[in-house]
């Protein structure tokens, strides 16, 4: 196993500790979702410890491999912000202000980008030496749950990635790492211990009063559940002499900090390790001072879940813009749905959405709203689709789509195609074969017109272009994450790994990709 090469560990103040409340955050995954993160910022890797170069490494990475550490800053539309490992690469960091810890639910967050959904093989440790194999995870949305390889109360600083040779293709071969966080996370503090001590004493100093009374000042401000406090000492002096001295002021700072906490419940245990777990290199001055030290892991009463009236992305139906004139994303990630943006619309699900005379239709179900463009406003009163539409009366649409040639709409329910002209105001159910022979696709997800008598039709994550006049597939369904040539632009962004829910086309040469939330 590659030894890790030791960085210098960076002393944290009491002053880095925030309460709960103000530090969660939510933070864009890089495909058209969002994660949670409890603690915000502090969540995240905060020093590079090792990086080992793969095969076929890139030209261009969309940045340098410190790029991985702190939040995640991936830009959608300059595809730089993220490290790409090479093929085989490995890069190894470590939390500084925080640690990562078993909760319930997702512990782990690995933002990992890209046109290809390369797999790698996540490790995690205590002490950057042994490692416990968490095994193979997907790229895209990266979620880790590592119950099942750790014991409950375990506590780990470091974590490695390594590309699993899987997909080494494309102009960034390997998996591209955006940031790396830890949702399951436990706040981190470390101390000098020259600041806190004088040379071989364990009685705290002035000055270290007032840090310790500092850090008490955040923590009753913070719903704690416990608190963990370890000595430690460079390798200067014998095994006894050294354990017993970082024993004793592990236990000096918890007995001032006890005083100082105005919740009498909260469980604080002490450690020694004396010389046992160095952060950096005990031949040299510099690298003694850093292992001289007291460290703290604090636990919170409870992750709090997401507030999803707060963070409406959760719930709400989510869209993408498009400019077809000027071939370029408008908004970089995703918007949701709510008073500021198609005010008054469906904000849980949509099932497609038309164009119809001018008129974009929301469909939910086998109701219809009629959204105002002028007023970015929804109509007030919902309407049965079919009595918009005659004989159009089933439950729910699954795709819709105006069809210029013909002068009708079609309606796409499972294998059907319901096609309702206008100009008599009827409707007549066709088998989708019959009106598309040669679509692979029975059910689709959206379609849309693409322009000269073709349509673009999406289903279980694939794109399949169909000539209409000629009654033909132009191609053959191709994975959205691959298309390339002409189809490009529709994941040129990587934000539709598993294709829109609806798309809507506006005069302007607008297109909205709507995407339903995940429950």
Not at 186 to 191: C, Y
Not at 371 to 378: G, K, L
Request: net charge negative; aromatic share 12%.
């Amino acid at each position: 196993m590659r030894k890790i090469v030791y960085y210098g560990l960076f002393f944290f103040s009491a002053l880095n500790v925030t309460s709960q409340s103000s530090s969660e955050a939510i933070y864009n995954d890089g495909h058209g979702g969002f994660v949670y993160f409890p603690f915000g910022k502090i969540s995240f890797a905060d020093v590079l410890v090792d990086q080992v170069n793969g095969s076929a490494m890139p030209e261009q990475n969309g940045g340098p491999n410190t790029i991985v550490l702190d939040e995640p800053n991936y830009d959608i539309e300059k595809s730089t912000g993220f490290f790409t490992l090479g093929c085989g690469g490995s890069i190894t960091v470590r939390f500084t202000d925080n640690a990562l810890m078993d909760i319930d639910g997702p512990d782990l967050y690995i933002f990992e980008l890209g046109t290809f959904i390369e797999a790698t093989m996540l490790e995690i440790s205590k002490d950057g030496n042994t490692w416990v194999n968490v095994g193979e995870i997907n790229g895209g949305r990266a979620e880790v749950d590592i119950k099942d390889f750790v014991k409950p109360g375990e506590v780990f600083y470091y974590v490695r990635l390594t590309d699993l040779k899987q997909a080494c293709k494309g102009y960034w071969s390997g998996a591209d790492i955006d940031a790396i966080g830890a949702i399951g996370s436990v706040m981190q503090v470390n101390l000098s211990s020259s600041f806190l001590f004088d040379n071989a004493s364990y009685t705290l100093k002035k000055e270290a009063l007032t840090e310790i009374d500092n850090l008490a000042g955040k923590l009753n401000a913070t719903s704690i559940k416990s608190i963990e406090i370890y000595g430690h000492t460079d390798s200067i002096g014998s095994d006894e002499y050294n354990s017993t001295l970082s024993k004793n002021r592990a236990n000096s700072v918890k007995d001032y900090l006890a005083k100082k906490l105005n919740d009498k419940t909260i469980s604080i245990i002490t450690q020694g390790f004396g010389e046992t777990q160095p952060v950096a290199k005990n031949t040299t001055e510099e690298g003694r001072q850093q292992n001289r030290r007291v460290s703290m892991i604090i636990q919170p009463k409870a992750i709090q879940k997401i507030d999803k009236t707060k963070y409406e992305e959760f719930t709400n139906v989510l869209y993408l813009l498009y400019d077809a004139n000027n071939k370029k994303w408008k908004n970089g990630y995703p918007l949701a749905i709510n008073k500021n943006h198609f005010g008054g619309m469906y904000t849980d699900h949509v099932d497609d959405v038309l164009d119809y005379e001018g008129t974009p239709y929301f469909f939910k179900g086998s109701k219809a709203r009629l959204y105002n463009s002028t007023s970015n406003a929804a109509e007030a009163e919902e309407q049965n689709i079919s009595d918009i539409f005659s004989g159009v009366g089933f439950n729910r649409i699954d795709a819709s789509c105006y069809m210029p040639e013909e002068d009708m709409v079609c309606f796409i329910k499972n294998d059907s195609c319901y096609l309702f002209k206008p100009s008599s105001g009827q409707s007549k159910a066709y088998m989708l074969q019959s009106i598309f022979p040669g679509i692979q696709t029975t059910r689709p997800d959206a379609m849309m017109y693409y322009g000269s008598g073709s349509y673009l039709f999406f289903f279980n994550g694939m794109i399949q272009e169909y000539n209409y006049p000629g009654r033909i597939p132009v191609s053959p369904p191709i994975p959205l994450i691959e298309a390339t040539g002409k189809y490009t632009w529709l994941v040129g962004t990587n934000l539709w790994l598993t294709g829109p829910d609806a798309i809507w086309l506006d005069d302007g040469g607008m297109v909205h990709f709507f995407k339903n939330p995940q429950k």
